[in-house]
Every structure is written in C-alpha cells, then in structure tokens.
Antibody, heavy 122, light 110 residues
Framework: EEQLVESGGGLVQPGGSLRLSCAAS????????MSWVRQAPGKGLEWVSI???????YYTDSVKGRFTISRDTSKNTVYLDMNSLRSEDTAVYYC????????????????WGQGTTVTVSS | QSALTQPASVSGSPGQSITISCTGT?????????VSWYQQHPGRAPKLILY???NRPSGVPGRFSGSKSGNTASLTIYGLQTEDEADYYC??????????FGGGTHLTVL
C-alpha cells in the first residue's frame, strides 16, 4: 500500500525553526514529484512547495527564502525545513505525491499523508 | 499567486445535481488543462477526485464530472448522495511552475 506519514510538527516560537519529515512507503519518492500543502485552522488548502524528480524546487511566494524542500532517497523521505517562522505559518502541513501513470506525470496529487500540525506562538 | 475563486458554499438535495465553479487567470486555468479537484471531509486529508480537468482516478464514481471554459473550471456532481457532503477544492498548475488552490466550497446535502 502506498502511504505517506508526516512527522515533526509542534509548537515553536515566532522566529524559530522546524523540520517536517514525510516518510513514504510502497513507492519511491524520487520517481514522483512531491509537494507540501498546508491548511490553517478553519481555512482552505494552500500549496507550499514542490520537488520534482529532477530535483528542481519551487515555493509559494510567502515562504520563499524561509522554507526549503529536500529529499533523502536512501530514507525514501521528503523534508520541509522551515525557518523564521511566523504566526501565519500555523497550519496542518500535508505531504502529497504527484500523480504518475506509466511514463506520464500529471499535475495533481494522488496520495496524501494524514498531516502534521505546526503552531507558531509565543 | 492569488488563490482561485470558488463559491463559499453550495447545497443540494439527494439525487439532485450541483456545479461548483473555479475561476482563475490566463496564467493558470486559462493556460493549461491541468485542473484538479479534491474532496475533503472534516478532519481528513484531501482526496483527489478529478485531474486534467475531467479525468477520474480509479475508484472515483462517474457521478463526478469536470469541465473547463476559458479561465473557469467546473465540477459537477450528479445524483447527490449524503456522503458527498464535504469541502471541495480546485487546483491548477501555473505558468510559474507552481500550483494554486481555490478557497474551497462547502457542499451541503440537504
């Protein structure tokens, strides 16, 4: 079964740092693109970042220069390093897999983790 | 990177059909046929229900249908069932190589 399990969330003070992990099973993270999506309390989904199979990365404007997405193929895990955290970064953070069918990649996310909660507060 | 525009809420009775619109720009929905839709029940992770405007992943009922015209995409659910009550989000790939979501629409099945 293809599965994603996020971890690393918690309570952090404004200006602090946190590393989120997303452990994959049942597939190889380097063969798919992987995204982080967040959801603030009572709000909608917000796309945060993506890492493609070729290792190129992109970010939403509000986290550029503060967040870094990466992966460790030996651990089949994707990470999100978050620095200079702000109260507006408080959210449930989901890891999601890009849809791949055969040799084709689609711009949609077909496997999601259960999420990990990040709270930025003093 | 402005969010796509969706109605905040829609409602329908069991057996009826509803349509949720999703409006973007010429840099996202209007440029690519890479619109996807997600269903999210309270406390649960989102679930992919449509990709590339109208394609359904395996296991998604044929009651879910998608279309696109210009900068606006639409999700139509035929034959509403009580379990369809959930939040629905559209998403699009953009010319900046990023993704963008809509604000979400809460569907109430009366």
């Amino acid at each position: 079964e293809e599965q994603l399990v996020e971890s690393g969330g918690g309570l952090v003070q404004p200006g602090g740092s946190l590393r989120l992990s997303c452990a994959a099973s049942g597939f190889t993270v380097s063969y798919n693109y992987m995204s982080w999506v967040r959801q603030a309390p009572g709000k909608g989904l917000e796309w945060v970042s993506i890492i493609y199979s070729g290792s190129s990365t992109y970010y939403t404007d509000s986290v550029k220069g503060r967040f870094t997405i990466s992966r460790d193929t030996s651990k089949n895990t994707v990470y999100l390093d978050m620095n200079s955290l702000r109260s507006e970064d408080t959210a449930v953070y989901y890891c999601a897999r890009g849809l791949v069918r055969g040799l084709s990649t689609y711009y949609a996310m077909d496997v999601w983790g259960q999420g990990t909660t990040v709270t930025v507060s003093s | 990177q402005s969010a796509l525009t969706q109605p905040a809420s829609v409602s329908g009775s069991p057996g009826q059909s509803i349509t949720i619109s999703c409006t973007g720009t010429s840099s996202d929905i209007g440029y690519y046929n890479y619109v996807s839709w997600y269903q999210q029940h309270p406390g649960r992770a989102p679930k992919l229900i449509l990709y590339d405007v109208f394609n359904r992943p395996s296991g998604v009922p044929g009651r879910f249908s998608g279309s696109k015209s210009g900068n606006t995409a639409s999700l139509t659910i035929y034959g509403l069932q009580t379990e369809d009550e959930a939040d629905y989000y559209c998403s699009s790939y953009t010319t900046s190589s990023t993704h963008v979501f809509g604000g979400g629409t809460h569907l109430t099945v009366l």
